[in-house]
Nanobody, 124 residues
Framework: QVQLVESGGGLVQAGGSLRLSCVASGRTFSSYGMGWFRQAPGKEREFVAHITGSGGSTYYADSVKGRFTVSRDNAKSTMYLQMNSLKPEDTAVYYC?????????????????WGQGTQVTVSS
């Protein structure tokens, strides 16, 4: 069973930065695309960013493009989300997810495993 554990969330002022981490169990981390999603109170879960298994390709939601950067260290079985210029509307629980193959997508149905989430709160 694959386990994903997120960390790095917290409270930050608007304009600040946070770096989220997602550590995955298992030996085949590099074989799978990974993604970040978020869910704000009263809203549906939404796609944030994804990265292919090799790390060679990334994709972002328009709302975070230019502010967030997704990366991964396959030797450490870890994916990161560097979040800069944070806005109050970025407040949400952030989830990492492992895809079903080496590619990655924007639909939650393309992901097989999910972490428990980490809270990010941006104050104005």
């Amino acid at each position: 069973q694959v386990q994903l554990v997120e960390s790095g969330g917290g409270l930050v002022q608007a304009g600040g930065s946070l770096r989220l981490s997602c550590v995955a169990s298992g030996r085949t981390f590099s074989s799978y695309g990974m993604g970040w999603f978020r869910q704000a109170p009263g809203k549906e879960r939404e796609f944030v960013a994804h990265i292919t298994g090799s790390g060679g390709s990334t994709y972002y939601a328009d709302s975070v493009k230019g502010r967030f950067t997704v990366s991964r260290d396959n030797a450490k079985s870890t994916m990161y989300l560097q979040m800069n210029s944070l806005k109050p509307e970025d407040t949400a629980v952030y989830y990492c997810a492992r895809g079903r193959g080496a590619g990655a997508g924007t639909w939650s149905s393309t992901y097989a495993y999910w972490g428990q989430g980490t809270q990010v709160t941006v104050s104005s």
